[in-house]
């Protein structure tokens, strides 16, 4: 087919059914003709492996040429990754950021993310994005807007950044899903707060009291056998909160020594233990309808409060600044004081990120420093120096 003209348009013949005649020297651009009679310009192009088709107007109001460059200039736009026909779709939908957040939770969450991670996108979204953004024009919304939001959290940092991060995912997939121009995601540029990252350790001396306090509560009763029993394996093992809680029998090796983990936080792990964990599984009793090791009250389930029971027993042990993720913390530090290597305690507690297992580093050093003492100590004897010498641009007391 030539290019198309007036007279071509003119001339184009109706049939039963609409059909479609497409210019050669603009590839996409071309007349759709209705059985009724009627003839209008239309483009269309691929994005992916779907086919996109815009209107551009009857043929009785535009001109060939006019609807020519209309055309060249959308497909220009898809030539830079922009998906034209979407946007005014977008636009003709009015679509909001509750509407955003409804695809988002349904079409992503559901599917790609663990239980845990989409309990809390939700719990994000309806208590901080929704309120704040959700009945804005998806494509309305911009930087300035983010910004608000991320600043009315700055006494919650970190739940300032959580929404942040949130969001950027969220406006990510706008583009994906063509609701939004490419390189639009109006988070970019928000600069998160400084978190402080919170380490927390048992010393031993907390943990022989805590040790003592699970001992005593044992033995009066006044602790579930299935929360003290989550208590020790979480101390022995470094394991995560929900690793414990949800472990099942079956993913007990007695004989390996391990624990086989189908699912984590970082995918299927295996998790090494000592005889003192695999002590602890030996003393729990297990039941015939139930499954888990740490059961729940009911048949076939698992303790799901463990925060409750652990504050009692905190307590009484007299550390009540501990929360159970420190718990964690304590077995990688203890792992730390006898030697082991950053890359190890990461293999013990499952990162698959170096920077994750970096927070001890400076416990790492510890060692080596209090060796560094010992020996320019001896040194420092021979010297004759019992004293520390002042740096050069000090002075000596007098």
């Known amino acids: 087919m030539p290019k198309l003209t007036k007279r071509i348009v003119e001339a184009a013949e109706t049939r039963d059914k609409e059909y479609l005649i497409f210019d050669d020297e603009l590839p996409g651009f071309g007349l759709r003709v209705m059985p009724s009679g009627k003839r209008s310009y239309v483009v269309q192009y691929r994005i992916g ?84 953004l959700g009945k804005r024009d998806l494509r309305e919304v911009v930087r300035p807007d983010i910004a608000r939001l991320h600043h009315d959290l700055w006494h919650t940092p970190y739940q300032a950044n959580r929404s942040l991060a949130v969001l950027s995912k969220m406006f990510n997939l706008a583009e994906m899903w063509g609701l939004r121009p490419d390189a639009s995601n109006p988070c970019r540029h928000v ?9 927390r350790f048992l010393s031993p001396i907390e943990l022989a009291r805590l040790g003592e306090v699970l001992r005593r509560m044992e033995d009066e009763g006044i602790e579930s056998p299935a929360a003290i029993a989550a208590v020790r394996l979480l101390i022995l093992t470094g394991c995560r909160l929900n690793e414990i809680m949800t472990l099942k029998w079956a993913y007990v090796d007695f004989q390996a020594g391990a624990l086989r983990l189908p699912d984590s936080k970082t995918g299927a792990r295996v998790v090494h233990i000592g005889p003192p964990a695999l002590a602890v599984l030996e003393s729990i009793e297990r039941r015939a309808d139930n499954p888990y090791v740490i059961a729940g009250k009911k048949p076939g389930t698992h303790l799901t409060d463990l925060q409750h029971p652990w504050r009692r027993i905190r307590k009484r042990a007299g550390i009540d600044d501990v929360r159970i993720h420190d718990l964690r913390h304590s077995f990688a530090s203890g792992a730390v004081a006898l030697g082991e290597s950053l890359p190890m305690i990461g293999k013990l507690l499952g990162h698959t990120q170096v920077q994750t297992t970096a927070r001890y580093a400076h416990l790492a050093a510890d060692p080596v420093k209090a060796a560094a003492e010992r020996v320019s100590g001896q040194i420092a004897a021979l010297l004759g120096e019992s004293a520390p010498r002042p740096t050069a641009g000090t002075r000596r007391p007098a």
Do not use: N
């Open 191 to 199: 600069k998160k707060y400084p978190e402080d990252k919170r380490e």
């Open 49 to 132: 492996t779907r086919v996109r088709r815009m209107s551009l107007g009857v043929s009785s109001v535009l001109k060939p040429e006019q609807a020519r460059r209309q055309a060249f200039a959308i497909l220009a736009a898809v030539k830079d990754g922009k998906d034209p026909a979407g946007e005014r779709q977008a636009a003709r939908q009015g679509t909001t950021v509750a509407d955003l957040c409804r695809r988002f939770l349904e079409e992503h969450v559901a599917h790609r993310c663990k239980p845990i991670t989409a309990r809390e996108y939700r719990r994000v979204i309806e208590l901080y994005i929704k309120p704040a």
